[in-house]
């Protein structure tokens, strides 16, 4: 969806706390404890008790609560560094990608950092079509 977002496993709270406080980021958990701590309580850091099981569920509750409808840049960062995508030419990939995917793809964006390649393959599809459905509520 095109946001900078970061992954803790929750053996560190104080560090996930610590890390979202630094960096003006929204605390996305099922943890009731984190809820309760004073940081949250007193509106210092915003944080968001996830409530459904249920991936889809969850992504509508975070973008109803955070307003985040018509906010999408969908595949602009990289999923691993958060680093915005850079084009690339189908010939600077060539040797970057696997045969059937240079062959079936035209277009390429790299992540400058980790150098991770990406295309419009079925999963960028399957998502696009995802996306497009929560865009519509
Ligand atoms: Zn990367």
Known sequence: MGYDTLFFDGSNDSHMIATALAEGRVILTKDTQIMRRRVVTSGRLKAILILSDEPEQQVHQVIDTLKLDC?????????ECNQPLV??????????????VFQTQNQYMECPSCHRIYWRGTH??????KLEHFMEG
Do not use: G, H
């Open 71 to 79: 906010q999408f840049r969908p595949f602009t960062i990289c999923l």
């Open 124 to 129: 960028w599809q399957a998502m696009t079509r």
């Open 87 to 100: 084009e690339k030419s189908k010939q600077q990939v060539e040797d970057l990608v696997p045969p059937y």
